[in-house]
């Protein structure tokens, strides 16, 4: 009987590791290693999301390994990562000029 209430107890204990959730922390820079506040990171397979502070920094709840992360900001090249398990991703986004065109702002319209 008592190896049978042990084997239990480490059983229990076991499957407690398999609902943990991951949490992944990174750093979102350009390519002149600079941060970047205000990207969007998303985890497209189970929709949560977050944004890089002034810092560039941001903690993403819930990836597994397996998972798409998308990594995307105005004026950058839109990334998806391929999530391995890592608990720091350190993520670089290339500038998106063609993304951007020049616009000026008239007191009646704009004019590109």
């Known amino acids: 009987m008592r190896k049978y209430i042990i084997s239990i107890i480490a059983a229990v204990f076991m499957a407690i590791p398999a609902f943990a959730q991951n949490v992944v922390k990174g750093v979102v820079k350009d390519n002149a290693g600079e941060v970047i506040p205000g990207v969007t990171v998303l985890d497209s397979d189970n929709s949560k999301w977050a944004i890089t502070d002034l810092d560039g920094a941001f903690t993403l709840e819930g990836a597994a390994k397996g ?32 993304e951007l065109e020049e616009t000026v702002v008239i007191g009646y319209g704009s004019v590109k």
Request: glycine share 6%; charged share 15%.
């Open 67 to 98: 998972h798409t992360i998308q990594v995307s900001c105005l004026g950058y090249a839109s990334q998806s990562i391929k999530y391995e398990g890592q608990a720091v991703l350190d993520i670089v986004l290339q500038s998106d000029t063609e």
